[in-house]
Antibody, heavy 120, light 110 residues
Framework: QVQLQESGPGLVKPSETLSLTCAVS?????????WGWIRQPPGKGLEWLGT???????YYNPSLKSRVTISVDTSKNQFSLNLSSVTAADTAVYYC?????????????WGQGTLVTVSS | QSALTQPPSASGSPGQSVTISCTGT?????????VSWYQQHPGKAPKLMIY???KRPSGVPDRFSGSKSGNTASLTVSGLQAEDEADYYC??????????FGGGTKLTVL
């Protein structure tokens, strides 16, 4: 059974970089599949941020592409999200998930989500 | 890449059927048979209910069904039960390994 767990700071200051990590258990990332990040502002809908393959190939939401970086560390069986120059609008619950095939065709495993608040 | 359009709310009585729509464009919903539906209860992560327009993952009741016509996809919940009350989100493949979600629909079981 694939399990995902997000971790990282729950509070980030405006203009700084939000950094989260998703630890995967029950499956080796290096064996394949695509892995993604999705967020949900409080009381609002879901927004796809981007997806990464174990080889490092990435696909990003065009509206956030200039600020989003997703990376993978197969040795630690985890992947990460960096979102730069954050504002209050980036306050959200951030989910990591298995996005395979890529492009939200079948997001079958999700982490529990972690709330990140952007505030000084 | 704009969000797909869903009605903000839907409702039905126990035992009834309710249908939720999800409207996109030829570049997403209308262009590919890769529409998914997710159920989200308060404070929980979304759960995949339908993928590839009409396929159900193992464990999802057959009361949930999906369809598509042109640029609009639909989720139908038959035999409504109290536990079906939740938020429902559609998503679609939008080409070039990109995806887009709908704004979400709050389903109320009266």
């Amino acid at each position: 059974q694939v399990q995902l767990q997000e971790s990282g700071p729950g509070l980030v200051k405006p203009s700084e970089t939000l950094s989260l990590t998703c630890a995967v258990s029950g499956y080796s990332i290096s064996s394949g599949y695509y892995w993604g990040w999705i967020r949900q502002p409080p009381g609002k809908g879901l927004e796809w941020l981007g997806t990464i393959y174990h080889s490092g190939s990435t696909y990003y939401n065009p509206s956030l592409k200039s600020r989003v970086t997703i990376s993978v560390d197969t040795s630690k069986n985890q992947f990460s999200l960096n979102l730069s120059s954050v504002t209050a609008a980036d306050t959200a619950v951030y989910y990591c998930a298995r996005d395979y095939p890529p492009g939200l065709k079948n997001v079958d495993y999700w982490g529990q989500g972690t709330l990140v608040t952007v505030s000084s | 890449q704009s969000a797909l359009t869903q009605p903000p709310s839907a409702s039905g009585s126990p035992g009834q059927s309710v249908t939720i729509s999800c409207t996109g464009t030829r570049s997403d919903v209308g262009g590919y048979n890769y529409v998914s539906w997710y159920q989200q209860h308060p404070g929980k992560a979304p759960k995949l209910m339908i993928y590839e327009v009409s396929k159900r993952p193992s464990g999802v009741p057959d009361r949930f069904s999906g369809s598509k016509s042109g640029n609009t996809a639909s989720l139908t919940v038959s035999g409504l039960q109290a536990e079906d009350e939740a938020d429902y989100y559609c998503s679609s493949y939008a080409g070039s390994n990109l995806g887009v979600f709908g704004g979400g629909t709050k389903l109320t079981v009266l």
